[in-house]
């Protein structure tokens, strides 16, 4: 099977969905303040609920929950 550079457009694809969620992170750490363990759970729950519709189908199509072993 030839690679298709999956992993690179994944990684662009993650970047791009994290940048609105770790840009959330930055403003409270401009305030001199560090970001609470509610916040950093916000901005993963906004970064994930991007990521896992767009990547569980492509791990769908590439067999990854079937039993290949």
């Known amino acids: 099977m030839f690679s ?8 662009m694809n993650d970047t791009a969905d994290a ?3 770790l840009e959330d992170l930055v ?3 401009r305030t001199g303040e560090i970001p609470s363990d509610a916040a950093v759970k916000a901005a993963v729950i906004k ?3 991007k990521m896992i ?3 569980f ?13």
């Open 57 to 69: 189908g492509w791990v769908q199509k590439s067999g990854g929950l079937g039993n290949n072993v």
């Open 47 to 49: 970064y994930e609920s």
């Open 4 to 11: 298709r550079g999956m992993g690179g457009n994944q990684a």
């Open 27 to 29: 403003s409270i750490a």
């Open 53 to 55: 519709p767009r990547a």
């Open 19 to 21: 940048i609105d969620a």
